[in-house]
Nanobody
Framework: QVQLVESGGGLVQPGGSLRLSCAAS????????MGWYRQAPGKQRELVAT???????NYADSVKGRFTISRDNAKNTVYLQMNSLKPEDTAVYYC????????????????WGQGTQVTVSS
C-alpha cells in the first residue's frame, strides 16, 4: 500500500510564494506520472500540473508561468513551486500518482494524498 505525505501548504499574501512537496512511500512498483490537483470551496477538483517519468510537464492555463512542477524519480517525490500567488489559488492541493496508466488523462491518477491547504489572502 502506498502512502503519500504532503507538506508546504499554509497562509501567504497575494504575490507570495509557496513550495509544496509530496513523498511517496510503501510498496511502489511503478510511478508513470505525478501530479498536483486542487479543489476550491464549492468547486470541482481540477488539474494543476503533471510530470511524467520522462520529464514531460503539463499545466493548467491558469497557472502557466507562475507554477513549476518538478520531480525526483529516485526519491518518488514531486514538488510544486508556486509563485505570484493569487487569491483564486486558494484551495486544498492534492498530490496524485499514476501507477497503472500513463498519466495523460485525469482519470489515470489512482493514488491520492490527503491534501494540504493553501490560502492566499491579504
Amino acid at each position: 500500500q502506498v502512502q503519500l505525505v504532503e507538506s508546504g501548504g499554509g497562509l501567504v499574501q497575494p504575490g507570495g510564494s509557496l513550495r509544496l512537496s509530496c513523498a511517496a512511500s510503501g510498496k511502489i512498483f511503478s510511478i508513470n506520472a505525478m501530479g498536483w490537483y486542487r479543489q476550491a470551496p464549492g468547486k470541482q477538483r481540477e488539474l494543476v500540473a503533471t510530470v511524467t517519468r520522462g520529464g514531460s510537464t503539463n499545466y493548467a492555463d491558469s497557472v502557466k508561468g507562475r507554477f513549476t512542477i518538478s520531480r525526483d524519480n529516485a526519491k518518488n517525490t514531486v514538488y510544486l513551486q508556486m509563485n505570484s500567488l493569487k487569491p483564486e489559488d486558494t484551495a486544498v492541493y492534492y498530490c496524485a500518482l499514476a501507477t497503472m496508466y500513463s498519466g495523460s488523462y485525469p482519470d489515470d491518477y489512482d493514488r491520492w494524498g490527503q491534501g494540504t491547504q493553501v490560502t492566499v489572502s491579504s
